[in-house]
Each structure stands twice: as C-alpha cells, then as structure tokens.
C-alpha cells in the first residue's frame, strides 16, 4: 500500500479512520520558512467534520500536534511530523461490511486486495477522514509558497447536485469567498446549493458537486513536460481523495465543443508583462506555467454512505441481500473537501517549485 507521494517534496501518511491517530510526515521543506500556526488550525476547522450544513455529526477537533520539523516558529530544514488524534469513533456501526460490502465503498475492493488483513472500521485507511492530515500538508505548502515566490491559493464551490454557479475562467477579476462563510461568492446561488445540500439529507440520500481552485501569483517556466507536470502531480494527489471522480483544467472538457480559433490563448503585452489573452489552458502549455493564473476542477461523487436501504450481496452465503447503512455521515463532501483541494493544488505547485531549474 503505497502512501507516500512528492518528488522534491515528500509527504507520508498514515493512520486509519478508526485507529489511535492520523498524520503526516511532510519531507523536503526548505529551512528558515516562518510558519505561523494559528493559520494551519483554521484551514484544518475549513474540513473539520461538524463545520458545515450536512456534513456528518462525528465532532473532531483536528488539533495537529507538531512533533518535529519547526523550530522558533520556523523550519527548520528536516522533516515534519505532524499528529492528529482520533476522538469520536463509533466502530460497532461498521460491524460485518467485509461480509455485506456497502454499495460505493472500498469494502469489496480491499477484501480482495488484502485478503481481509486491512482495518474495515471507518473504511480504515480508504477513508475520508484521511484527508485530514493531507490538508494539513497543504495549508504548510500555502505558506511556504507565499514566502518563497508569492503565490497564493484560492478556491470556490461551482456545482452543488444540479445547481451552478460561474466559473472563474469566464471572469476577469475573481471574487474570493468571505472567509467563514458558505464558498460561493454569489449568495443567492450559495442559499441554493444549501438547499439541495438539505434536500439530499432529508430524504436519507446524498449530493455531489464540483470545486474550483486557483492559484495566483506563481511564476512561469515550472514543470516538466511528460509525466512531472504541474497538472500530473495534482491529478495524482486529488485521485487519492476517495470521492473524486475526475480533474479538469482552465476549461477543461468544454475545449472538445471548439475549434482551436476560440480555444487557443493568444499572447499579448499588457503593462509591459508578458500575458494571455484567455486562460482557457488553465496555467500550462505543454505542461509548463505560462504565469496565468492556475486554475483546475475536481468532481465529487455523492457521498455513498446514505440512509436508504441498497442492494448488496452476503460474500459467505453468496446470496442477494438488502443493506441499511447506520452512523455518521456526510449529505454532501463537497464544502469540506474544497479546502483539501486547496491544499493539494498547493502541494503540487511547491513540489513543481522546489524542482524547477531541473
């Protein structure tokens, strides 16, 4: 089970969703970085389960526990090792799912790949709730980022189920959401999604939807064509998120509706300064910044844990049989998992930016 991933930035994660603790063990941070603390916990309370309309009722602190790695406020140079302890575990509602696998789950899959070895209580180690540390690990890369080359990170709710909203690729000057409220700029839109959030809880079902994350500021001439791209190493990243079912970039699949005299990003000088006219290419030609504005999608699946009875077999007896699944659970993934998002966009930028020159 490989859970390590980065080039010149490493990071390590471990833990299961119902074990002792969580964490992360982030490796390659230049020294001398000043991190301020304070910043880390509010971006880990952005996920925290609680934190948002529809989300599960499991209450975690998320408190982060630095073991090494900072010194006098700033890095030192070697690894960080980072603890998040488990507090409100319910296990018993996870009892006998290896046997009557959940519908949309790793229950079947990791049955099969480990042979009933891995930790089934809380989906162990394919859970959400390992999202944590990641998060963590990209809101360190976010400040390190903003130190080393000024690059920011921003991101936003687009789709709620079936309810939109604008896209920042259409705008020419992004309005970022309030900090603390619901991610979409546009109230009337936000209320809306909300409402199909409810929606989906009332009726013991759930709801997915798209975010939108954009990284501002970051230089152009960092990446590599082929596999070491920017854009790969964020795929790689987001596709460890359990629920997320595709990656998008700058326009992403409405590039396949146009011809390449409405999607091409013609260049021009603008105040001096090299820019583009578009950005549907999200940041990258031939998987190299240009120095616009990075801007990428990740879909989320409706989260698969819900109230109504399913369909599913007994792997003993080998017949058909009906699930009702209990516990703790989520109406919609999609507010808590923007700021993992977030963090990961980042990861990947500092990991890109840390390799450059190579």
């Known amino acids: 089970m490989g859970s390590t991933w980065g080039n010149r930035l490493k990071i390590s994660v471990y833990g299961e969703s119902h074990g002792p603790a ?27 389960p609680g934190s948002q309309s529809g989300s599960t009722t499991r209450k975690e602190s998320d408190l982060p526990t630095i073991l090494s790695g900072i010194y006098n406020g700033k890095t030192t140079g070697t690894p ?52 944590a540390p990641v998060l963590f690990a990209g809101a360190v890369a976010k400040q390190v980022l903003s130190a080393r080359c000024g690059a920011e990170v921003y991101g936003h709710i687009i789709r709620i189920g079936k309810i939109s909203g604008v896209s920042w690729e259409e705008k020419e000057s992004p309005v970022i959401p309030q900090e603390g409220a619901f991610p979409q700029e546009n109230t009337a839109v936000a209320d809306r999604m909300r409402e199909e959030i409810e929606a989906a809880k009332l009726e013991n079902d759930s709801v997915g939807g798209i975010v939108e994350v954009m990284g501002t500021g970051f230089p ?3 990446g590599s064509p082929m596999w070491d791209t920017v854009e790969s190493s964020f795929a790689q990243l987001m596709f460890g998120v359990p629920a997320v079912k595709g990656v998008s ?27 583009m006219t578009t950005n549907h290419g999200g940041g990258f030609e031939g ?51 923007l700021p993992v998002a977030e963090g990961c966009l980042a990861l990947a930028m500092l990991d890109a930016f840390l390799g450059r020159g190579e």
């Not at 969580?22 to 509010?42: A, F, Q, R, T, Y």
């Not at 879909?299 to 007994?314: C, H, L, R, Y």
């Open 22 to 48: 969580i964490g992360v063990l982030i490796d390659g941070l230049p020294s001398g970085i000043s991190i301020d603390e304070s910043k880390l916990i509010k971006e880990m309370q952005r996920r925290a």
């Open 80 to 131: 960080m090792a980072v603890e998040i302890l488990n507090t409100n575990q319910h296990s018993s509602d996870y009892d006998g799912f290896t046997v009557t696998p959940r519908p949309g789950h790793a229950d079947y899959t990791a049955r099969l790949r480990y042979k009933m070895n891995n930790d089934p209580r809380g989906s162990g180690h394919f859970s959400g709730r390992l999202t």
């Open 220 to 222: 152009g001439g960092i």
């Open 249 to 275: 970039f700058g326009s992403g699949f409405e590039v396949a509706s146009r011809r390449g005299s409405e999607n091409n990003d013609h260049l021009m000088f603008q105040d001096g300064k090299l820019r």
């Open 287 to 337: 998987g190299i910044s240009n120095g616009m504005p990075i801007l990428a999608q990740v879909a989320f699946k409706p989260t698969p844990s819900i109230g109504q009875e399913q369909d599913t077999v007994n792997l003993d007896t080998k017949e058909n049989v009906k699930i009702t699944i209990h516990g703790r659970h989520d109406a919609c993934i999609v507010p808590r998992a």
